[in-house]
């Protein structure tokens, strides 16, 4: 397994990035028509991506289980939340991770009339590649909020130069539901894709650590294998 030679410490004290660690399988470096994730992987092979952060109270404790696991996600931030925190979006990526936009506000964008979703769309990646302006990274991936969208709005975000990233497993953690419930949710859902797909987790709830945590653990024994998702225009 090509793990963890590209893996950042975490910080204050190095990880032993070995065979011991879930790691990263391989790297997909993808563009805006990579079309969907689902399809570039194989079987067995999983994508890690958290959304709605950066949350400096929360999204550190999240990276810190990822660094111990030697293994990287995507971060689908809102606009408003990088505008606030750009130093945590730059640590995001400082760590390896990508990145991709959530919109500015978390807004159900089929309720908006289309001028104002696209707004929402736009001004949510200016934000987010403005914090990662100087880092050599940029956000080129988008997931809708609530997963929600239809042909007019998807069709907008490939004519803005965006690839659309969706769901194939989650843990409805907004529920509050308890970690280990979470993890046996997402590991149903990908055993009924086909034991393959994209994750879905949330950075900045309690209890987010904690359900990465078990998570990584239950895809390591059960044989799962993460891929990472990169940037072909930077070569992140």
């Known amino acids: 397994m090509a ?8 910080e204050p004290a190095a990880i032993a ?32 991506t958290f959304d709605d952060g950066p949350d400096p109270r929360r999204t550190p404790a999240v990276l810190a289980q990822l660094d111990q696991q030697c293994t990287k996600a995507t971060f689908f931030l809102l606009g408003g939340q990088a505008d606030r925190y750009p130093d945590m979006v730059r640590e995001i990526a400082r760590r390896g ?8 506000s978390h807004a159900n964008l089929m309720t908006l009339t289309a001028d104002a979703a696209h707004s929402e769309v736009s001004t949510g990646m200016d934000a ?16 809708f909020p609530f997963v929600a969208t239809n042909a007019e709005l998807s069709a907008d975000v490939r004519e803005m130069g965006l690839l659309e990233v969706g769901v194939t497993a989650d843990g409805a953690d907004w529920t509050k539901n308890r970690p280990e419930a979470s993890v046996d949710m997402i590991l149903q859902k990908l055993d009924l894709a086909g034991r393959k797909g994209v994750i879905l987790l949330h950075d900045p709830f309690d209890k987010s650590d904690e359900r990465v945590n078990l998570l990584l653990s239950r895809l390591k024994l059960d044989g799962y294998r993460i891929v990472a998702l990169g940037s072909a225009e930077t070569g992140q």
Not at 5 to 10: I, K, L, Q, R, V
Not at 19 to 47: C, F, H, M, P, Y
């Open 97 to 104: 991770h990508s990145l991709g936009g959530h919109s500015w």
């Open 3 to 10: 793990a963890c030679s590209d893996a950042t410490p975490a």
């Open 17 to 48: 990035c070995d065979s011991t660690k879930l790691g990263v399988e391989r790297t997909i470096a993808v563009t805006a028509d990579a079309g969907s994730i689902e399809t570039l992987l194989n079987d067995g092979e999983v994508v890690l």
């Open 128 to 143: 987010v590649n403005a914090a990662l302006a100087g880092t050599g990274a940029k956000a080129i991936m988008f997931r």
